[in-house]
Nanobody, 127 residues
């Protein structure tokens, strides 16, 4: 069992930055690939970024590539999402996800493949 708790969301002006954190509890954090998803009002949950168990491989949605950076610290059982150059289209609830997988990340993490979800943290970008 893995519990995920996100933090770091809030209100930011367009062009600004935020850093989300996701703290994991439970055993064997390093057995999990980690991801971030987001869900805007009245829209489906969508993939944002993923990172392999070791941190060696990452993958990003085209909409955030070059602006967002996912990273992890296995010693702290924490995954991060650094978000820069934010715009109004980034406004959403952001969810941390864990998938039991120790391979290389070669594509987006599928919603259906996620084993554990956090409860989300709201990011609001004002224009």
């Amino acid at each position: 069992q893995v519990q995920l708790v996100e933090s770091g969301g809030g209100l930011v002006q367009a062009g600004g930055s935020l850093r989300l954190s996701c703290a994991a509890s439970g055993r064997s954090f390093s057995n999990y690939a980690m991801g971030w998803f987001r869900q805007a009002p009245r829209k489906e949950r969508r993939f944002v970024a993923a990172i392999s168990w070791s941190g060696a491989s990452t993958y990003y949605a085209d909409s955030v590539k070059g602006r967002f950076t996912i990273s992890r610290d296995n010693a702290k059982n924490t995954v991060y999402l650094q978000m820069n150059s934010l715009n109004s289209e980034d406004t959403a609830d952001y969810y941390c996800a864990a998938r039991s997988f120790r391979g290389v990340i070669r594509g987006p993490m599928d919603v259906g493949a996620v084993d554990y979800w956090g409860k989300g943290t709201l990011v609001t970008v004002s224009s």
